[in-house]
């Protein structure tokens, strides 16, 4: 049996709750499939405060903008969520299957948004294979999510807004940061998050990287070594720092394997980490129909995030012939909300990337 629906959304995070909400705004029914048991994607495990203006939620708190999507979402009765519920493929004839609660559905929509977010990067190193190496998502999860103190002491890989945020967040819940390592010159996040963790004692080492990890059954401590201006190791300038725990906040990488199955062109843009589908300005990809939103297309904070899914959304509904005027006075204002999250020199890597996007996008159509 092969279940009908107007749009459906993968992934319930903050891209995909936004989608929703904006599609079903304008009169259209649409699914969420999300595979975890909850929906909220990274909402559900930031405690810091938004920045940005008051239309992303500036002020208030990841998880409390997570539980307003929520329910909002669940007090709209064209809206319809499938928890626990992992998309398996997109196919050539329409069919979208999903394996929920360990049953396997057909799925036909007639839109698709792709709004699967990014998976975390690692680092290779001797003894990363080590326990007590995490990425920074996990930690998250443990501390946030489950209410486990996942250290004693760790030493944080990464000065970009994740590694600094996780690393006072660890703070937070009685967790000693021995340092935090940063192989880039500069610190990449926001100052205003390194100064709270600097304020504690935290060291933040630029210019570092992890040179090799140590233990006998779980990890015991790291070796930090000072790179050069070719980002090469200097030898003897290795630094020995004892801990239990290590986190890596060295980037995220889109999580596009859907979009690669479905058929969609792809390229890689360093810009916005790694391979991303080819969008046009409503978000929909080179195959008529499917659209991407989030950090599946390209890596950005959650309010660009859910502005893009806010967008697609009224163009997956526009395309279906709901509220055609309502429709794009929606995408304008969504488009003018993009503009200013990217203006200034914080959006100038992401600006980048989309001009390659763009230009990547033309030369598809010219072939």
Known sequence: MIRETEILVIGGGPAGLCAAKAAASLGAHVLICERDYVPGGQLVKQTHKFFGSEKQYAGERGIQIGKTLIDEITAEPKIEILTEATVLGIYEDGIVTVLHQNQ??????????????????????????????????????LMNVAGVKPAERVVMVGAGNIGLIVSYQLMQAGVQVAAVVEAAPKIGGYLVHASKIRRAGVPIRTGYTIKEAYGTDCL????ICKLDEKWQMIPGTEETIP?????????????????????????????????????????????????????????????AAMVEGRLAGCSAAASLGYSPREA??????ARQDLEELRSGPTGAKIRAGLEKMYRKKGEVKAC
């Open 104 to 141: 396997h559905l057909k799925i036909r929509p007639q839109k698709t948004i792709v709004t699967t977010g990014a998976a975390e990067k690692f680092l290779a190193f001797p003894g990363n294979d080590l326990p007590g190496i995490y990425g920074a998502g996990a930690v998250q999860t």
């Open 220 to 223: 015991e401590g790291v070796v």
């Open 243 to 303: 801990c239990d725990t290590l986190c890596l906040a060295v980037g995220l990488t889109p999580l596009a394997e859907l979009c690669w199955q479905a058929g969609c062109q792809m390229a890689f843009i360093r810009e916005l980490s790694g391979h991303v589908p080819l969008l046009d300005e409503n978000l929909e990809t080179t195959v008529p129909g499917l659209y991407a939103a989030g950090d599946v297309a390209g890596i950005e904070e959650a309010s």
């Open 328 to 333: 794009e006075a929606m995408r304008q204002a």
